[in-house]
């Protein structure tokens, strides 16, 4: 059973930094493209942060700049640098990272059960 499991969340104040960490752990053969989205409260979980198994990286456009994801292939680990940190950036972030548990199967997204990440004003 593949898992995926965050830390790093917390309370922080506005200019403040972060950094997300999200493991995946279980029985599975490789993981290609992962991944940070976000929810606040009221609205759609959105796209934070994209890196492919090679390293190409994409940002949504409200964290370009103060935002870097990274990941360790060898640790199955993707993290998320967050700074300059505002109460707009306040959510549950949730890691996410395509998975397949043979040569012969399909890709699968898993999903870990997020993170709560406050900014203060």
């Known amino acids: 059973q593949v898992q995926l499991v965050e830390s790093g969340g917390g309370l922080v104040q506005a200019g403040g930094s972060l950094r997300l960490s999200c493991a995946a752990s279980g029985s599975f053969f490789s993981i290609n493209a992962m991944g940070w989205y976000r929810q606040a409260p009221g609205k759609q979980r959105e796209l934070v942060a994209t890196i492919t198994s090679i390293g190409t990286t994409d940002y949504a456009d409200s964290v370009k700049g103060r935002f870097t994801i990274s990941r360790d292939n060898a640790k199955n680990t993707v993290y998320l640098q967050m700074n300059s940190l505002n109460p707009e950036d306040t959510a549950v972030y949730y890691c996410?990272?395509?998975?397949?548990?043979?040569?012969?199967?399909?890709?699968?997204?898993?999903w870990g059960q997020g993170t709560q990440v406050t900014v203060s004003s």
């Open positions: 996410t990272a395509s998975i397949r548990n043979s040569g012969r199967a399909s890709w699968r997204n898993y």
